[in-house]
């Protein structure tokens, strides 16, 4: 265990025998205020950490009903002020004592119940959904700095955290609850755009967007791709499927930090793959695969992003209107997919193969890795030697 928030009075445990395991928070009891300049952000209140407040205090601190249970170890109570239990079963979001004076405390709190709601299919209660969405500015306060410049009080990378946790669980909730409340308007104006493009098919591009985002989802389109759920760099690239500058979610990517969780984190994002999924995913309107080289096919889609491209195409093509020719095409490609990607080959000939045999690196060399590639890939070749003869006879 060891201390790591004296303002919080917060340490981090891990049990033993659990090296490997995210540790816990163990935070003291502590008291909240807010100061005499107060711009609704979390490091603006005034905290103290104090073991020996009771319970009830610690907990009348709390942002909602839900989290303000607590568990006395002694005496085996459970104490529950604020009605949580009853809030829990009726899967309901409703904010500790004022809703107004909770999320001008903490604007945060704001998205964070949007963020509950979604990835617990909860409702929210009326006076907490009023004050949500009248405190939504608050979100926007700024502050001015030593150097004279005015920041956000809260971070843009805290709204991106709370809208990606809740879109990665549930896509369609969310961007139907951030509708709802104003917080699409607010921080995604563009998407909220949508609502006034109609596609082909009649509806709204953010209809249609959304329809993508439940396409992407569903337990079929999952079990056909052989995966347990969608990355959420296919989610991040959809809601941009439909609008005139495919760049929006690269650009959403980047101003909300939708990267910061770590590699392993389930709500990963990588803006770059987000970007190369943008920029690939007309590829087969652009080019049929059955004309494709094997090894160009191989280079596009047998990889991570590869797979989540061909992901996102299909989703697409599920839910707009697409010409026979498009489909034929995706169906090409997916029927190569599984003939080409679904084993890794090891490749048989190496660049040092080539310049043993006084090739100069070059675009020859290119060319003849890629013929040899694609030979492998059709089974023209299989072992080493089948390859060296093939190359020579290419030379």
């Not at 369609?172 to 949508?194: E, R």
């Amino acid at each position: 265990m060891r201390f790591v928030g004296e303002r919080f009075g917060t340490f981090k445990f891990v049990p033993h025998g659990c090296r490997n395991q995210e540790p816990m928070d163990i935070a003291l009891p502590r008291t909240e205020s807010v100061g005499p300049v107060h711009g609704s952000g979390r490091k603006d209140l005034m905290i103290q950490s104090d073991y020996q407040i009771s319970i009830l205090e610690d907990l009348s601190r709390r942002d909602f009903t839900i989290n303000a249970i607590a568990f006395d170890l002694g005496s085996q109570e459970l104490h529950d002020p604020f009605d949580g239990l009853s809030d829990l079963e009726a899967q309901t979001i409703r904010a500790v004592g004022s809703p107004e004076e909770r999320f001008y405390e903490d604007a945060t709190r704001i998205l964070r119940g949007l963020r509950f709601a979604c990835q617990l299919r909860f409702g929210i209660e009326g006076e907490t959904w009023e004050a949500i969405s009248n405190n939504l500015d608050l979100l926007n306060n700024k502050t001015i700095s030593e150097d004279g410049t005015y920041t956000f009080v809260i971070p843009r990378d805290a709204i991106g955290k709370e809208f990606l946790l809740g879109f990665v669980a549930h896509p369609v909730h969310t961007l139907t609850l951030w509708d709802a409340s104003g917080a699409l308007k607010q921080f995604i104006p563009w998407l909220n755009a949508l609502k006034s493009i109609v596609t082909e098919n009649g509806i709204t591009a953010f209809d249609q967007t959304k329809k993508l985002l439940h396409t992407l989802e569903r337990p079929s389109f999952l079990s056909h791709h052989q995966i347990n759920q969608i990355h959420p760099n296919v989610l991040i690239a959809g809601l941009s499927a439909f609008a005139e500058d495919h760049d929006h979610a690269l650009h959403l990517c980047r101003q909300f930090y939708l990267h910061q969780f770590p590699h392993n984190h389930p709500a990963r994002v990588d803006c770059d793959v987000v970007a190369w999924l943008l920029e690939n995913m007309h590829v087969l309107e652009e080019h049929d695969p059955a004309g494709m080289r094997p090894s160009a096919f191989e280079k596009l889609f047998c990889s991570q992003k590869g797979k989540q491209l061909l992901c996102l195409i299909h989703g697409i093509e599920l839910v707009s209107s697409k010409h026979a020719a498009s489909t034929q095409r995706l169906h090409t490609a997916l029927q190569l997919y599984g003939h080409y990607c679904a084993n890794t080959y090891p490749r048989l000939i190496s660049g040092s193969d080539i310049i043993n045999l006084g090739i100069i690196p070059g675009v020859q060399f290119r060319d003849l890795l890629d013929k040899i590639r694609d030979a492998q890939l059709v089974h023209k070749i299989q072992t080493k030697q089948d390859a060296h003869q093939y190359l020579k006879n290419l030379i």
